[in-house]
């Protein structure tokens, strides 16, 4: 799937890593993704938009144009850089170096959850929420048809599925399998009008909306790079039937013409609807961009033949494929059966016959649960992210001559020094509570190196050490670095004792735990 806010290269490189394409430095691209994902870019025409305070609210607000939007993508980036940091933990020699793609593969995994931040479940949409978590619009005046304010060349319906990677995530907040299942059969049978009543603040008609129109699919903006992988979602739904029908559909009716200007439904950005073509024609779709494993439909064409390196080739025999026989009655794979609805890109690289029986009739192929793709929630289970344990009725002091609360204000922009021999952080709770995860934030300078122990205790007095770094350095000025506990616990007490002696100067600290959305 496309994206529209955020940058696309991150996931894009992920993606070619998970697959082994080669042909680029993995590290590098990694390093370009992370100063992306945790670094406050110096202006706002550049990098993630609302860093200042997002990373620590969990999603960028209404105060951020397209916040919602930006959210949504950024989580889709986030899951890549997670796929990439675990890449790079599993081929590390170094140990300090696998710990530390180790810790950032579990944080950005739960990042990537972060989508759930901005799910409404009075309006049982994705909406956009102000820094104090308010809504953008309330219940009775929420309309999903209405375009602009938070969602970036589109509307409610469209963003209500922006979660490709984390499937099972996404039906949990719909209420299940089927629950999903209708909210999709909603959005095909709920006309997009293009009525300038519902272009939003904007208050004028802008061409996507007009195009969205003349695609003649309910909600269905095939024109638009951000709904290319809704038809797809039906495989977590365990209804791989309406997948194939609708793609059918896209494939036969919107890639006609010979005329300058037809054969594509709308935009054609960086050659995405023609990739959208011929990958499903194949029946095969990178649903969960930055994994190695492609999502299965049904092929267009009776053979196809794709010729790989060292004499290796996938073929595709689709038997009885026709415009009558739309609908995948079982698959085999290299001679056997395959129920799932996906598949390895590893097996199809290395050559690979996949054949198709083809009919007139949807069958149960691939409707099992076991048989969806895989998903960043397991099943049965809620989207999960990370929140920090400080609250606002924690105490929280430091060894500085200023006041702490800079440390804790969710701003990347203030910062504190501090001083002292050790240079300590301590922080009260009311109550105890299990922190899995720790952030420290560098202020506006990079950090060359530091040192420090982090300890828990239930009483002030009695501590235990739950985490020590040696030699840690920030790279860039306001980065974000996540550090997993070694020894969690649950403690009312915390302190970070930074042994680097000297001045160091830190923006945000942060307590994490994991936390069902």
Known sequence: PALMPGPSSVVASADAGAKDMGGFDTTLAYQAALKNATVMPPDR??????????????????????????????????????????????????????????????????????????????VGFFQGRD?????????????????????????????????????????????????????????????????????????????????????????YAHSNQPAHHIPWMYLYAGQPWKTQRIVREVLDRLYLGSEIGQGYPGDEDNGEMSAWYVLASMGLYPLRMGSPDYVIGAPLFERFTLDLPEGRQLRIHARNASSENPYV????????????????????????????LMGPKPSRWGSRVEDAPPSLTPTGQWPTTLVDVIDATAKVTATSLAASDALTDNDARTALALRGEPIEIAVAQAAPAQATFYTLTSAQRPIATASWVVEGSTDGVQWQTLDAREGEAFEWGHQTRPFRMSQPG????????????????????????PAPR
């Open 45 to 122: 025409h550049v990098g993630r938009k609302g860093m200042a305070h997002a990373t620590f609210d969990g999603y960028m607000s209404t105060g951020i144009d397209g916040g919602m939007s930006w959210t949504m993508e950024s989580a889709l980036n986030d899951f890549g850089i997670a796929q990439m940091a675990q890449g790079l933990s599993a081929s590390a020699h170094d140990p300090a170096l696998q710990r530390r793609y180790a810790d950032e593969a579990t944080y950005f995994g739960y990042r990537a959850a972060g989508y759930a931040n901005v799910f409404d479940a009075n």
């Open 329 to 356: 009655q079982s698959l085999r794979v290299n001679g056997k059966p395959w129920t799932k609805t996906w598949i390895p890109h590893q097996l199809l690289a290395q050559g690979t016959t996949l054949e198709f």
């Open 490 to 513: 649950r403690y009312a007490h915390y302190r970070l004792q930074i042994t680097t002696p000297g001045r160091v100067e830190f923006a945000e600290f942060e307590l994490l735990q």
């Open 131 to 219: 820094r104090a978590g308010q809504w953008r619009v309330a219940p009775a005046d929420y309309n999903p048809k209405v375009w602009g304010n938070d969602y970036t060349e589109s509307n409610g319906w469209t963003f209500a599925f922006t979660a490709p990677h984390d499937g099972n995530g996404l039906l949990a907040l719909y209420g299940g399998r089927q629950a999903l299942a209708d909210k999709l059969d909603a959005f095909f049978s709920t006309p997009e009008t293009a009525d300038v009543k519902l272009s939003g603040p904007r208050g004028y008609l802008i061409h996507e909306m007009t195009e969205a129109r003349d695609v003649r699919m309910g909600m």
